[in-house]
């Protein structure tokens, strides 16, 4: 995650990697554009995002992630004018662009997310799809704590395919984060309490 301030008339480029240091840092830099992965990092949900984005009021974020569900994008349009998103799979053109409505403090939104918004209905309980065997054994390694090369590691297999199993479990549950796909699955009985310790 990398933070934009403005002090002095001088950029500053900083950096954090957990929610605890996110915040130090905009506490410093009230105004400063922060760049993003929210589904790589340790923020919950959607809900504790806009919390942090209103304590922050001068700061404008952008989101740029791989894919968010659109329940995610739905609360976090609709609730603050502060955020921007773009997919990683955007053009350069428009990763450009939502950058400079980042920086300009503009809110900016990537085509694709703007048509998952216009075409799909609100969906307030979606029911997960099952998982596969496979992925039900990935999801209990990530409610046990373990990292990405951790999984990989222990499964023999690559980082690329434990990331593509990351994501179809996070679709299917309909979740964004681990922690909301950790959530999802022990409620749908798919890992037991004494799993969880994300």
Not at 45 to 57: C, E, G, K, M, S
Not at 96 to 121: G, K
């Amino acid at each position: 995650m990398r933070i934009l301030a403005k002090d002095s008339g001088c950029d500053e480029q900083l950096r954090a990697t957990t929610k605890t240091e996110l915040i130090h840092q905009l506490t410093g830099h009230p105004e400063a554009v922060v760049l993003i992965d929210f589904t790589q990092f340790d923020i919950a949900d959607a809900d504790q995002l806009l919390i942090i984005v209103q304590r922050f009021p001068r700061s404008h974020w952008l989101l740029f992630s791989d894919d968010l569900t659109e329940s995610f994008l739905r609360t976090v349009v609709f609730q603050s004018h502060n955020i921007s998103i773009i997919f990683k799979d955007a053009s350069l053109g428009e990763i450009r662009e939502a950058l400079h409505y980042a920086i300009s403090h503009r809110r900016f939104l990537c085509q694709r997310v703007s048509d998952i918004l216009l075409s799909a209905s609100p969906q307030d309980d979606i029911t997960p799809q099952l998982l596969t065997a496979t992925e039900i054994e990935i999801v209990r390694a990530i409610a046990l704590g373990k990292t990405t090369r951790e999984i990989a590691d222990e499964r023999f297999s690559s980082i690329h395919t434990i990331t593509t199993h990351r994501k179809n479990i996070f679709r299917k549950l309909n979740a964004n984060t681990a922690i909301e796909a950790v959530r999802k699955a022990r409620r749908a009985g798919l890992i037991d309490v004494e799993d969880y310790s994300v």
